[in-house]
């Protein structure tokens, strides 16, 4: 088997609905066929800087179509699919705080490219404001890059999202 079969074969993620790009590469670099993280695969794709930026939620410039067509060499997805994992170019990002609903983690653990819009205040599913930090009065972690995040609960204090979830306030 050849290289580039391997990997269509092996590392075909299927993204979320609504997922950014930050947690599905993290995800992507977290498969057990993955031997790779977001550096020695940014090295070897010649992405290294670029996909820091996209795991950042930076998005100024844009992803180019060289730039895709190289990570679609891995991901397979196909350029379509990978641009539905970036913001539209009308819609400005706030790349941080990072923010989340917890009662929809709770449901489907991924980040959601729309909560990081200017223009979003809160989660359309649930009727709750977003959160920008752990809603635990002593503690007020950030949330990390969902590209990092690997358990649901703070880091810091230790409260679970669905802890979270009835902490949010309706919107």
Not at 17 to 34: A, C, T
Not at 47 to 66: M, V
Not at 116 to 137: I, M, N, V
């Amino acid at each position: 088997m050849q290289k580039d079969e391997s990997h269509q074969s092996l590392l075909h993620l299927l993204p979320w609905d609504d997922e950014s790009i930050s947690p599905y590469l993290g995800r992507w670099y977290r498969q057990e066929v993955v031997s790779t993280d977001s550096h020695s695969l940014g090295k070897g794709l010649r992405l290294g800087k670029i996909l820091w930026r996209w795991e950042n939620f930076y998005f100024n410039p844009p992803p180019t179509s060289q730039e895709l067509q190289k990570l679609d060499t891995f991901t397979g997805l196909g350029i379509e699919r990978l641009l539905l994992l970036f913001p539209p170019e009308h819609e400005p990002i706030k790349p941080r705080p990072v923010r989340i609903c917890a009662a929809c983690y709770t449901e489907a653990p991924y980040h959601r490219m729309s909560w990081q819009y200017q223009s979003t205040e809160g989660c359309e599913h649930h009727r709750l404001r977003l959160l920008p930090k752990c809603p635990e009065p002593k503690c007020g972690e950030p949330f990390p890059l969902p590209s990092q995040l690997t358990v649901l609960q703070c880091k810091k204090c230790g409260m679970p999202y669905k802890t979270m979830a009835k902490k949010q306030k309706p919107y």
